[in-house]
């Protein structure tokens, strides 16, 4: 055996003590609560690595608030990611996919709590039942409220520039804790033999420019024509700029831009006939999202403004999500301006 196999090992409370210890002026609130949205992570990873051994893949028999069924892995993430929450007495209220109202936590420290929680708790819930990847995505605020009073729901709608930190889980073929405190983006890959998230993507940067477009093709015939003309971009031969590019869909936020961080690419959710708004929301989906990409190097849009800036007017918002590596994104916005 070697001596030094794997080791320095740095665990994710490891780094997260660390970073604490740059900031004298940090109370070590933050750190509490990512501690315990670690621990969430963790206990949800189990359960989902048993999906297929337990009953708990169908259907839970509710219809959440965007109209859709709710598996019983939702129920579960759900649970355990507000208990998690909870637990840390940092926060005030949480407002997740799976609930239509904000949840406030009115008893002792929480209470008092600086922090709100907007969570996608499941992301791309309806690939559990084929053994494709899944996600969870978080993202912090400082509260708005005066703290000892109960939060509402105006907490919530504060534009993604005043996020304090954002992540995303994906429970993969390695499960991975990725997360940004503003300082860059750092990924955390969870050794099963230990129980322990390590630091695997230290200060992780995307490409430039990659070769990988990631759309659901399907809906092409309602897309705007400045999408259909960006694929017809992406799939034209040119040595020079390495195209054709390559489609890449899997139909979970969270795995298809968790692959494009790395490789280079872009993602992209516009708005549809069917969804004149888009499909994915903003405040738990987008907004995340779009921190982790600015901090990594690349851009987030709804097409024509930049993701974080937009003013949130409802929990449950959509908007269209076009988000990945710079150039590809100036690209499309090339190609969004001239055609509309
Ligand atoms: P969720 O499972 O949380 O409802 O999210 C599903 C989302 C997102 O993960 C994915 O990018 C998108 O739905 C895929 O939508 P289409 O199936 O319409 O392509
Ligand atoms: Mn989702
Ligand atoms: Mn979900």
């Given at each position: 055996m070697q001596a030094s196999a794997g080791y320095p090992i740095v665990t994710l409370n490891e780094f997260i003590i660390n970073r604490q210890d740059e900031h004298p002026e940090a109370k070590g609130d933050l750190s509490r609560l990512l501690h315990h949205i670690g621990i969430a992570a963790k206990i949800v990873n189990k359960k989902i690595n048993k999906a297929g051994l337990v009953d708990i893949l169908g259907k839970a028999g509710e219809v959440n608030v965007q109209g859709e069924d709710v598996k019983k892995l939702d129920v579960f993430a759900n649970d355990h990611f507000m208990a998690a929450i909870k637990a840390s007495g940092e926060v005030c209220a949480v407002a997740s996919e799976e609930n239509q109202e904000i949840i406030t936590f009115d008893e002792g420290l929480s209470r008092e709590g600086h922090y709100i929680v907007c969570m996608d708790p499941l992301d791309g819930s309806s690939n559990i039942e084929v053994n494709v990847s899944v996600g969870t995505i978080f993202s912090i605020y400082r509260r708005l409220s005066p703290g000892g009073e109960q939060a509402d729901v105006s907490d919530f709608l504060q534009p993604g520039t005043r996020q304090v930190a954002a992540g995303y889980v994906i429970y993969g073929s390695s499960t991975m804790l990725v997360y940004t405190?503003?300082?860059?983006?750092?990924?955390?890959?969870?050794?099963?033999?230990?129980?322990?998230?390590?630091?695997?993507?230290?200060?992780?940067?995307?490409?430039?420019?990659?070769?990988?477009?990631?759309?659901?093709?399907?809906?092409?015939?309602?897309?705007?024509?400045?999408?259909?003309?960006?694929?017809?971009?992406?799939?034209?031969?040119?040595?020079?700029?390495?195209?054709?590019?390559?489609?890449?869909?899997?139909?979970?936020?969270?795995?298809?831009?968790?692959?494009?961080?790395?490789?280079?690419?872009?993602?992209?959710?516009?708005?549809?006939?069917?969804?004149?708004?888009?499909k994915l929301r903003l405040i738990y989906e987008c907004n995340p999202i779009a921190f982790i990409a600015e901090q990594a190097n690349g851009a987030a849009s709804n097409g024509t403004g930049r993701t974080l800036d937009e003013v949130p007017v409802s929990l449950h918002q959509r908007v269209p999500f076009y988000v990945g590596s710079r150039e590809m994104m100036d690209r499309v916005h090339g190609f969004l301006a001239e055609y509309g």
């Amino acid at each position: 055996m070697q001596a030094s196999a794997g080791y320095p090992i740095v665990t994710l409370n490891e780094f997260i003590i660390n970073r604490q210890d740059e900031h004298p002026e940090a109370k070590g609130d933050l750190s509490r609560l990512l501690h315990h949205i670690g621990i969430a992570a963790k206990i949800v990873n189990k359960k989902i690595n048993k999906a297929g051994l337990v009953d708990i893949l169908g259907k839970a028999g509710e219809v959440n608030v965007q109209g859709e069924d709710v598996k019983k892995l939702d129920v579960f993430a759900n649970d355990h990611f507000m208990a998690a929450i909870k637990a840390s007495g940092e926060v005030c209220a949480v407002a997740s996919e799976e609930n239509q109202e904000i949840i406030t936590f009115d008893e002792g420290l929480s209470r008092e709590g600086h922090y709100i929680v907007c969570m996608d708790p499941l992301d791309g819930s309806s690939n559990i039942e084929v053994n494709v990847s899944v996600g969870t995505i978080f993202s912090i605020y400082r509260r708005l409220s005066p703290g000892g009073e109960q939060a509402d729901v105006s907490d919530f709608l504060q534009p993604g520039t005043r996020q304090v930190a954002a992540g995303y889980v994906i429970y993969g073929s390695s499960t991975m804790l990725v997360y940004t405190t503003g300082e860059g983006v750092d990924g955390f890959t969870l050794d099963p033999g230990i129980g322990e998230f390590c630091l695997s993507h230290a200060r992780i940067r995307t490409p430039d420019t990659g070769r990988i477009y990631s759309i659901n093709e399907g809906n092409y015939i309602h897309f705007p024509l400045g999408v259909k003309k960006y694929i017809k971009y992406c799939q034209e031969i040119d040595p020079e700029t390495d195209r054709p590019y390559t489609s890449r869909y899997i139909g979970s936020l969270v795995s298809d831009f968790h692959r494009n961080l790395l490789m280079g690419g872009i993602f992209i959710y516009p708005q549809t006939q069917a969804a004149p708004k888009g499909k994915l929301r903003l405040i738990y989906e987008c907004n995340p999202i779009a921190f982790i990409a600015e901090q990594a190097n690349g851009a987030a849009s709804n097409g024509t403004g930049r993701t974080l800036d937009e003013v949130p007017v409802s929990l449950h918002q959509r908007v269209p999500f076009y988000v990945g590596s710079r150039e590809m994104m100036d690209r499309v916005h090339g190609f969004l301006a001239e055609y509309g």
